[in-house]
């Protein structure tokens, strides 16, 4: 059985930076598609950003672009999302999931998923 566990969420300012982690155990780590998703209160769950298995490829959600980067240490069997200038509007519970789909951005591709970390970016 595959396990996602994420930490590193919290309460920061505007403008502020967090990195988040996600540690995946059960199976071999470096051959899913690695991803974030975030939910506001009273919003679907949306992509934020994805990462293929060699590190060699990567997506981002339109709103995070530019500010937001994945990266994976396939060694640690970790996934990493660092996330600079944050804003209010970032504020949400932050998914790690895996895909079994190169390159997937679609939650319905995404079968293993972890418990969610929350982030609070405050005005």
């Known amino acids: 059985q595959v396990q996602l566990v994420e930490s590193g969420g919290g309460l920061v300012q505007d403008g502020g930076s967090l990195r988040l982690s996600c540690v995946v155990s059960?199976?071999?780590?470096?051959?899913?598609?690695m991803g974030w998703f975030r939910q506001a209160p009273g919003k679907e769950r949306e992509f934020v950003a994805a990462?293929?298995?060699?590190?060699?490829?990567?997506y981002y959600g339109y709103s995070v672009k530019g500010r937001f980067t994945i990266s994976r240490d396939n060694a640690k069997n970790t996934v990493y999302l660092h996330m600079n200038s944050l804003k209010p509007e970032d504020t949400a519970v932050y998914y790690c999931?895996?895909?079994?789909?190169?390159?997937?951005?679609?939650?319905?591709?995404?079968?293993?998923w972890g418990q969610g970390t929350q982030v609070t970016i405050s005005s």
């Open positions: 999931a895996a895909s079994d789909f190169r390159g997937s951005t679609s939650r319905n591709q995404y079968h293993y």
């Open positions: 059960g199976r071999t780590f470096s051959s899913y598609t």
């Open positions: 990462i293929t298995w060699s590190g060699g490829s990567t």
